[in-house]
């Protein structure tokens, strides 16, 4: 529900939805607390908390390197749904676990399913689980309420946007490239077609991720879709600053605010 209340919100504000992900656990769970505070504080409005995995094939060189050095901080499953407890004592802003199959699978999806909602969660995007394949898992997250949320990509036919629309529940996010996430200097901004014929099937907000890094591309995104993801320039952030938390929440909360206000239509 905290997914769908703040999409409402949004549209009566004419604001687009800005999306911040970040790997939980990099550089240390208590940090990712803060972390989430500050994205919070500074504009965003959705949280996409990584869950590392040692092989993350969709992922680019930032975030692998976040993942590496979440695993190697300790960062678990049953730590990354502690840290949701811990941002859930003073934050209701929706948040949203991003990852891969495996780590769910092997934590068993039922008992998953009902940890990750007593702790806080409200989606679930599992990168490498297809509609197709996702029937096992979705039985558990409907049951207990939580948004299982879909990729499309340039590539997606109509059958599978119509797939996706018999499956998803949250918001859909659309690849914005066939690759992997990363910062890019410019992006394609011909994705508007796409997006209204997904609109013509799937009832629920499209936000636009991979490659989207500044506030002139999250404008010109805003302009044609729901909400906008922003991960890997965010992650650089954190991987410059190290451990140093001061400087870490300066410079993300300077980043994220510039991002928060290229949201507003009206501007």
Do not use: W
């Not at 050095?69 to 941002?87: D, F, P, Q, W, Y």
């Not at 690759?179 to 410019?186: C, L």
């Not at 410059?240 to 410079?251: M, P, Q, S």
């Amino acid at each position: 529900m905290r997914i769908e209340q703040k999409f409402k919100e949004l549209r009566e504000k004419e604001k687009t939805a800005l999306v911040t992900y970040i790997t939980a656990g990099d550089p240390s769970l208590r940090l990712t607390v803060d972390i989430v505070a500050e994205l919070e504080k500074s504009g965003a409005d959705i949280i996409e908390l990584g869950v590392p995995f040692s092989d993350p094939m969709a992922d680019g060189p930032t975030i692998q390197r976040a993942s590496e050095r979440a695993l190697r901080s300790g960062t678990t499953l049953t730590g990354v749904l502690e840290c949701v407890r811990e941002i859930r004592r003073n934050s209701e802003i929706p948040i949203i676990l991003f990852g891969y199959y495996n780590p769910f699978f092997s934590y068993g999806l039922q008992r998953f399913s009902e940890q990750a909602y007593e702790a806080g969660v409200d989606g679930v995007l599992v990168v490498d689980l297809p509609p197709e394949e996702a029937n096992e898992f979705k039985i558990h997250t409907d049951r207990i309420g939580l948004d299982l949320i879909f990729l499309l990509a340039p590539t997606s036919t109509t059958e599978r946007i119509k797939l996706v629309a018999q499956q998803a529940s949250g918001f859909v996010y659309l690849v914005s490239v066939t690759g992997v996430t990363g910062e890019r200097p410019d992006m394609d901004y011909s994705l508007e077609p796409l997006v209204e014929e997904i609109r013509r099937y799937i009832k629920l907000p499209v936000g636009i991720g991979f490659g989207v890094s500044m506030p002139h591309q999250v404008r010109k995104i805003g302009r044609f879709a729901d909400a906008v993801i922003v991960g890997s320039a965010i992650v650089k952030i954190i991987e410059k600053n190290g451990n140093d938390e001061g400087k870490t929440l300066r410079e993300l909360g300077e980043f994220v605010k510039k991002l928060s206000e290229a949201c507003y239509k009206s501007l």
